[in-house]
């Protein structure tokens, strides 16, 4: 059962559009949500994160909204730039204090010059 | 900045084949984790681990076994591989439960 859902699998912008991607989850438990980027022949990388008790998170051109009631959250990026381009990650974490994050199949962000 | 470094880079193994990869970080980390990533899964958690001599389960354990001899050290044991297990394989690293979590660079296996 996938927990954590993404969509869409992939989306192409134009530079200087917003990209907005897409994220639902199954367990109320879940509490901490962070995004993470990841480009080609690296490791994901921590981008922006949100918690629960927020329905707003802004970093720069990266927003993430959240709303707990429908259980889903969305990243959007403005004044998208091909260095954008990159496989961005969902994740949840339960607040039981596991460690454990369940990832997103991820959405692969192709930004057009 | 944190560092995670995997080794090798790259494995190539043949079915039945005995696999270590390895796993250092270097940031007195106490959480270290093994994932999987395949197009159309993501990544996925294979085991994980609280500190020194501790392990935990993750979603995808099936074939593989774990072992963290030290704060530093995270080890993934394919004891038989099989193609299926043919992937690329992440450690990370965390301070704590929800906190960021610091990736290697992966290792890319294959399993012939």
């Known amino acids: 059962q996938q927990q954590v859902r993404q969509s869409p699998q992939s989306l192409t912008v134009w530079e200087g559009e917003t990209a907005i991607l897409n994220c639902s989850y199954e367990?109320?438990?879940?509490?901490?949500f962070p995004w993470y980027q990841q480009f080609p022949g690296e490791g994901p990388a921590l981008l922006i994160s949100i918690s629960s008790v927020s329905d707003k998170k802004e970093d720069g051109r990266f927003t993430i909204f959240f709303n707990k009631r429908e259980k889903k959250l969305s990243l959007h990026i403005t004044d998208s730039q091909p260095g954008d381009s990159a496989t961005y990650f969902c994740a949840a974490v339960t607040g039981a204090n596991t460690g454990k994050l369940t990832f997103g199949h991820g959405t692969i962000l192709r930004v057009h010059p | 900045e944190a560092a995670v470094t995997q080794s090798p880079r790259n494995k190539v193994t043949v079915t039945g084949g005995n696999v270590t990869l390895s796993c250092r970080q270097t940031?007195?980390?106490?959480?270290m984790y093994w994932y999987r990533q395949d197009t159309g899964h993501g990544l996925r958690l294979i085991h994980y681990s609280y500190g020194a001599g501790n392990l935990q389960i993750g979603d995808v354990p099936d074939g593989y076994k774990a072992t963290r001899t030290t704060q530093e050290d995270f080890f993934l044991l394919l004891e038989l591989a099989s193609p299926s297990q043919t992937s690329l394989y992440f450690c990370?690293?965390?301070?704590?439960?929800?906190?960021?979590?610091?990736f290697g660079s992966g290792t890319r296996l294959t399993v012939l």
């Open positions: 990370a690293s965390s301070g704590g439960a929800a906190e960021t979590l610091y």
């Open positions: 940031n007195s980390h106490n959480y």
């Open positions: 367990d109320s438990t879940f509490n901490y």
